[in-house]
């Protein structure tokens, strides 16, 4: 699987956008990036994937840059309990579906 | 409640013991997938499970981790004689395996204290 940067920690005003980037330069045609957020003392929840295409749900939206080399996850209205660490990651739809969890950003949402 | 439930939340236990611990994916779900996180870093992925078979082990599942899914159903992953450094939260996530989407579903863990 490709590898993924993201920035160690990021703070955003409470009912702000929260941008999150996530560069993801050596990845391969068949790659998805994936967006999981991991909330203190809670297990990872997925977020929202895409392939080239910018998608949204009730969660987020997320930008795919056209040479897919890097994305951007948006929170719209961040709130106090988006504060968690958000992990960017590219996989294959195969026959694994192991998630490769990299360092993630740490979210502070702050009032 | 994702659904996902795992047995004990904690377990303190002196080095050289044996460990073992439960996890119940969600009903339907015929992917299963253990995880180890350390403080401070992601989850790492251990092994998992399509149905009753397991399909892959990661190389940090030495010979003292054992897996098993014996009906498909709810999983158990033991460690034999426990050392300080298995030490960490261990996770179970569930799915439904799709060819064109992942979305897997993790409990709140097992957090593992080796003294």
């Known amino acids: 699987d490709a590898k993924t940067t993201q920035p160690p920690s990021m703070d955003c005003a409470e009912g702000r956008a929260a941008n999150l980037p996530c560069n993801h330069s050596t990845i391969s045609g068949n790659e998805y990036v994936y967006w999981y957020r991991q909330i203190h003392s809670q297990g990872p929840q997925y977020i929202i994937h895409?392939?080239?295409n910018n998608e949204t749900n009730e969660m987020a939206s997320l930008i795919i840059t056209e040479d897919r080399k890097s994305s951007t996850l948006i929170l719209p209205h961040a709130t106090l309990r988006d504060t968690a660490v958000y992990y960017c990651?590219?996989?294959?739809?195969?026959?694994?579906?192991?998630?490769?969890f990299g360092g993630g950003t740490r979210l502070m949402v702050k009032p | 409640d994702t659904g996902v439930s795992q047995d004990p939340r904690h377990k303190i236990t002196k080095r050289g013991q044996n460990v073992t611990f439960r996890c119940d994916p969600i009903s339907e779900h015929n992917r299963l997938y253990w995880y180890r996180q350390t403080l401070g870093q992601g989850p790492e992925f251990l092994t998992y499970?399509?149905?009753?078979?397991?399909?892959?082990k990661s190389r940090l599942l030495s010979d003292r981790f054992s897996a098993e899914r014996p009906k498909g159903s709810f999983s158990t992953l033991e460690i034999q004689r426990t050392e300080q450094g298995d030490s960490a939260m261990y996770l179970c996530a569930s799915e439904i395996f799709r060819t064109s989407y992942n979305e897997q579903f993790f409990g709140l863990g097992t957090r593992l204290t080796v003294l």
């Open positions: 895409g392939l080239k």
């Open positions: 499970f399509q149905n009753e078979a397991q399909l892959e």
């Open positions: 990651i590219v996989m294959a739809n195969n026959a694994g579906n192991m998630l490769t």
